[in-house]
């Protein structure tokens, strides 16, 4: 079974800094499109940030600038550097994985919440 696993979201005071994890298990890492999404209740999931398995990356509007995505494909790892953290940033994160090659794939992880505080 394919696992992804998110971690370091917490409570933070605005202009903060978060930086998130997700560890990837069972899968070929390398080979994946890795990505952050956001979700507030009521609204619908938006992405963030995501990285290519080539190390391309492709930003929401609103966080270019505060954002940065990363991978370790050596620890099967995605990060999210958050700075200049904003009340509006308050979400439940999700890590997704998706492989655009054969055999098509598509992960999402539990999620993990990020509170910023004005």
């Known amino acids: 079974q394919v696992q992804l696993v998110e971690s370091g979201g917490g409570l933070v005071q605005a202009g903060g800094s978060l930086r998130l994890s997700c560890a990837a298990s069972?899968?070929?890492?390398?080979?994946?499109?890795m990505a952050w999404y956001r979700q507030v209740p009521g609204k619908q999931r938006e992405l963030v940030a995501e990285i290519t398995s080539g190390g391309d990356t492709n930003y929401a509007d609103s966080v270019k600038g505060r954002f940065t995505i990363s991978r370790d494909n050596a620890k099967n790892t995605v990060h999210l550097q958050m700075n200049s953290l904003k009340p509006e940033d308050t979400a439940g994160y999700y890590c997704?994985?998706?492989?655009?090659?054969?055999?098509?794939?598509?992960?999402w992880g539990q999620g993990t919440l990020v509170t910023v505080s004005s």
């Open positions: 069972r899968i070929i890492f390398s080979l994946y499109t």
């Open positions: 997704h994985a998706k492989r655009y090659t054969l055999p098509y794939n598509e992960v």
